[in-house]
T-cell receptor, first 115, second 112 residues
Framework: SAVISQKPSRDICQRGTSLTIQCQVD?????MFWYRQQPGQSLTLIAT?????????ESGFVIDKFPISRPNLTFSTLTVSNLSPEDSSIYLC????????????FGPGTRLTVL | DAKTTQPNSMESNEEEPVHLPCNHS???????IHWYRQLPSQGPEYVIH???SNVNNRMASLAIAEDRKSSTLILHRATLRDAAVYYC?????????????FGTGTLLAVQP
């Protein structure tokens, strides 16, 4: 298994600022992902964080708004830039060791409220 | 991405079996059927997955129709802790299709 921790667990931010969320996995993993879960909704995949190269974004998500870093096999950050109230969501980090049918693990999420 | 259809919500009584259905009529030959669940205020967790044959693990069983166009997650004895949103997800084996795309899921309520 893999244990994923996220920092911060929650934050309240002002409109126009940015928030960087850190994700730490307790073991090396090949794949890391970032999801968003808006209030009362399901999870939406934002991007795949690629180690050593630019993240791969899903339709509707862009690097300028959601820059992602992945400096090594256990750590990634997601920044949510130029915050607006519509960005108020839970952001979840996810990881798995490889491809195929490997189990995907999820962090506890970061609850962001934008005022 | 191939889609799945699940009931929005279901109810069960504690210690009774629960059958959670999922339809996936556009499943491709390389899609695995994965089930995850999300307990309140937590990230999703893996439940079970399968390709063609029925599967059992300590958490649940997965029954897959012969034509693979539907599947059923079976919780043999529901407990209060099983109250969660259950997601049925088709995940390709490799490349760009090997990612978890969540649908709306089924909210399972368990009554004592």
């Amino acid at each position: 298994s893999a244990v994923i921790s996220q920092k911060p667990s929650r934050d309240i931010c002002q409109r126009g600022t940015s928030l960087t969320i850190q994700c730490q996995v307790d073991s090396q993993v090949t794949m890391m992902f970032w999801y968003r879960q808006q209030p009362g909704q399901s999870l939406t995949l934002i991007a795949t964080a690629n180690q050593g190269s630019e993240a791969t974004y899903e339709s509707g998500f862009v690097i300028d708004k959601f820059p992602i870093s992945r400096p090594n096999l256990t750590f990634s950050t997601l920044t949510v830039s130029n915050l607006s109230p519509e960005d108020s969501s839970i952001y979840l980090c996810s990881a798995r060791r490889g491809g195929g049918t490997d189990t995907q693990y999820f962090g506890p999420g970061t609850r962001l409220t934008v005022l | 991405d191939a889609k799945t259809t699940q009931p929005n919500s279901m109810e069960s009584n504690e210690e009774e079996p629960v059958h959670l259905p999922c339809n996936h009529s556009t499943i491709s030959g390389t899609d695995y059927i994965h089930w995850y669940r999300q307990l309140p205020s937590q990230g999703p967790e893996y439940v079970i997955h399968g390709l063609t044959s029925n599967v059992n693990n300590r958490m649940a069983s997965l029954a897959i129709a012969e034509d693979r166009k539907s599947s059923t997650l079976i919780l043999h004895r529901a407990t209060l802790r099983d109250a969660a949103v259950y997601y049925c997800i088709l995940r390709g084996y490799g490349g760009a299709t090997n990612k978890l795309i969540f649908g709306t899921g089924t909210l399972l309520a368990v009554q004592p």
